[in-house]
């Protein structure tokens, strides 16, 4: 491919390609799990399809430790001559070439394309949907356009979200659930607050070095509106198109009696999103390079978010378990939570934002 195409659009293809391999290893643990058990392998007597399986190659080298037989002797010298054979060939032709080619990828700056701002009313209008201030509304429309063309970050949450959405609709089906409708069904959704948690740590990363001194030259006398609109730009680009879509499989198997309970899900996941990003450091979109700390700050923030989406799922439990308004009212109580949690990420200083830098 590299031979034939641009490295522009080698650059793009590749970066779908990854989603698509993402995809298929997140596929394969499920599939492979469900027809194991539906596969008889005999590694003593194996069928004609099994020499042309490498796993079977590999399982062939621990029958030879217990019982050694001819048929097993033969798949692993296949698997052993065919690593051998392989790993040559990738070292001392492919390898070379692909470091040439990989090195055009490395210096190559793609260049931004001009597009007419007329055509973008589109944007501001739903801006001004989700912004409230004027600061958030500028916010949401950078936030837009930077990751419009940015294959990193693509590359960073789109797996994300094909490896969250494979693993929700294999819980779905798989029949897992105790009790149609009741807590452990919502899981899935639950779930869904990965990918929101995996937008914000992509967020912020770049490969240019710190650019905070871009943001500082701009007179912004608090930088959390800004801030917040590029994340909800973002939230509404990459979150909400997967959230609808389970919320669409879940009312065709459920019902429409479920919607407040999908509503509140929702409600949830923003506030957990809006608590990470202020705990996250109120970083501004692609202004900082990645750190080994950050990594594992960012664990650490991952780790006390999931035992609050526990918490939640028991007040979840709580408000199912009383009459038609227990759900309405959670969802009162979450929304003004998530109002609380806007004005007090707006308010957040300059020090607050320089200090993790």
Request: hydrophobic share 55%; proline share 4%.
């Amino acid at each position: 491919m590299m031979r034939f195409i641009s490295v522009e659009r080698f650059q793009r293809v590749m970066s779908y390609v990854q989603v698509v391999l993402i995809a298929g290893v997140a596929l394969s643990y499920q599939l492979v799990g469900q027809l194991i058990h539906n596969i008889q392998l005999d590694m003593f007597r194996p069928g004609t399809w099994m020499y042309f399986t490498p796993p079977c190659y590999f399982m062939s080298l621990t029958v030879m430790v217990k019982q050694p037989t001819g048929p097993a002797l033969l798949l692993a010298l296949i698997g052993v001559g065919l690593v051998v054979v392989l790993g040559y060939i990738a070292v001392a032709y492919l390898a070379p070439y692909f470091a040439a080619k990989a090195g055009v990828l490395n210096s190559y700056s793609p260049v931004s394309k001009k597009r007419k701002g007329g055509k973008e009313g589109w944007l501001y209008g739903l801006a001004r949907v989700f912004g409230r201030s004027p600061m958030q509304v500028t916010g949401f429309v950078l936030g837009w356009r930077m990751t419009r063309d940015n294959l990193k970050f693509r590359q960073g949450v789109l797996p994300m979200m094909i490896y969250t959405m494979f693993l929700a609709v294999f819980f779905l089906y798989q029949g897992r659930q105790e009790e149609a409708g009741g807590i452990a069904y919502y899981m899935p959704l639950y779930m869904m607050a990965m990918i929101s948690i995996g937008i914000q740590m992509n967020m912020s990363i770049t490969d240019k070095g710190d650019l905070l001194w871009l943001y500082r030259s701009k007179p912004l006398e608090r930088p959390g509106a800004l801030i917040l609109g590029c994340f909800k730009a973002l939230f509404v680009k990459y979150y909400l198109p997967v959230y609808v879509l389970l919320c669409g499989i879940f009312v065709a198997m459920l019902d429409w009696v479920i919607l407040p309970d999908l509503l509140f899900i929702l409600v949830v996941s923003t506030l957990v999103s809006y608590i990470y990003l202020w705990f996250s450091g109120m970083l501004f979109p692609f202004s900082k390079e990645k750190s080994s700390m950050d990594s594992g700050r960012n664990m650490l923030r991952v780790i006390v978010l999931m035992f609050m989406l526990v918490l939640v799922g028991g007040a979840h439990t709580l408000a199912m378990r009383l009459s038609w308004f227990g759900i309405w009212g959670a969802i009162v109580v979450m929304s003004f939570l998530v109002f609380l949690m806007e004005f007090v990420i707006c308010r957040v200083s300059w020090r607050k934002v320089i200090s993790n830098y």
